[in-house]
């Protein structure tokens, strides 16, 4: 028995991510008392693997095939349930990503396991197996009783943290022999942003609603933003008018994020927004209107107008970091 742990990689390196999800199934496996299988999919080098050993995995399993460079859901689902069959795995560990969205549900069907979607902690009970996990677009929590024999876990970013330990890991590498038929996506050209962070990656963000008026007025956001070392989003109305990329877009039709730091200027905090940002350790309303919804939401609140608050954040910074 044990807990299988997928550690998604981008271009062979992992991110603190992939390490959360290693911490989080080592939890899990100390409840059972069993041990971590962390599986990769993908070009790693070894010094790369074994840092997964470091945040508790006992053993790393490597797949490898030059057909696997880009996500094909099918093809990793596969891989996936054979690996937690051979393993004897128990419970499975992904995140609760694009990757994870796509691979989860076809590996429930594959190994008949239930799945446990947006779960932002550690199971509150191994029998009866019960989990955490949120419901109504953020707005509720829900405690759900997974009654299969394997249960599939989808984890929420930044919401367990990294736990280093002395633990040290195996590497087993296993060849993957793959038909080019079976790659049903294939990967014409990839077009990746630099200069900036990402905004799921990022672990502090700086995001702006209609309250600040106007595209000019964008300026203290993104200095805010590069002064905190994060990434900067909007609201949909935002994106909508064409103030901000699509891209930053914040929201239930848009990115679902999880940082440490959520700064919200000028955002109402209607429903289909804080289900994207709700997850957050640490929410910071700056609105005019005291009863706007964001507050509810928000751990620290500031009632004001957010064309003349974030000037004097940015000059409190700045005093800071002299």
Same mark, same amino acid.
């Given at each position: 028995?044990?807990? $299988?742990?997928?550690?998604e990689?981008? +271009?062979?390196?992992?991110? %603190? #991510?992939?390490?959360?999800?290693? /911490?989080?199934?080592? *939890?899990?496996?100390?409840m059972?008392?069993?041990?971590v299988?962390? $599986?990769?999919i993908?070009?790693?080098? +070894?010094d790369?693997?074994? %840092? #997964?050993?470091?945040?508790?995995? /006992?053993?790393?399993? *490597?797949v ?12 990793y ?8 069959? %051979?393993?004897?795995?128990k419970v499975?560990?992904?995140?609760h990503?694009?990757?994870?969205k ?14 446990g ?6 199971p ?7 989990v ?10 829900a ?6 024999g394997?249960?599939i ?12 330990t002395e ?9 993957r022999?793959?038909?080019p038929?079976?790659i049903k ?25 209609r309250g ?13 933003a590069?002064l ?36 919200a ?11 994207g940002?709700s ?6 309303a ?16 500031i009632?004001g ?11 409190k910074?700045k005093?800071?970091?002299k």
């Open positions: 028995m044990s807990v $299988l742990v997928f550690t990689n981008w +271009d062979g390196k992992f991110k %603190k #991510l992939s390490y959360e999800l290693v /911490s989080y199934a080592r *939890s899990v496996a100390d059972m008392n069993t041990d299988v962390a $599986l990769s993908g070009q790693v080098e +070894d790369e693997l074994i %840092k #997964l050993g470091s945040y508790g995995a /006992s053993r790393i399993i *490597s490898n095939n030059e057909l696997l460079k880009g996500l094909d859901s099918q093809v689902s596969s891989i996936i349930a054979d690996i937690a069959i %051979k393993s004897d795995s499975m560990v992904i995140s990503n694009n990757t994870g796509a691979v989860a549900p076809r590996l429930s069907v594959r190994l008949k396991a239930g799945v979607a947006c779960v932002n902690g550690l509150i009970s191994i029998d009866p197996f019960i955490k996990k949120r419901a109504f677009s953020g707005n509720a929590w405690h759900t009783v997974i009654k299969t394997i249960r876990l989808t984890i929420l970013q930044n919401s367990f943290g990294t736990k280093e633990n040290k890991a195996s590497i087993e590498k296993i060849d022999d793959i038909e038929g079976m996506t294939n990967v014409i050209d990839t077009q990746k942003q630099t200069g900036k962070i990402l905004l799921t990656d990022a672990e502090i963000v700086v995001s702006g609603g600040m008026k106007s595209p000019d007025n964008w300026g203290p956001i993104i200095e805010l590069e905190l070392g994060g990434a900067t989003a909007c609201s949909r109305p935002v994106s909508d008018e064409g103030w901000r990329p699509h891209e930053e877009h914040t929201g239930q039709t848009g990115k679902i994020i999880s940082p440490n730091l959520y700064i200027a000028g955002i109402s905090g209607a429903t289909q927004h804080l289900a940002v997850s957050s350790k640490y929410i910071v700056i609105n005019i209107d005291k009863d706007a919804p964001i507050f509810e939401a928000a751990q620290y609140g009632v107008d957010a064309l003349k608050v974030l000037p004097k954040l940015v000059e910074v005093e800071i970091k």
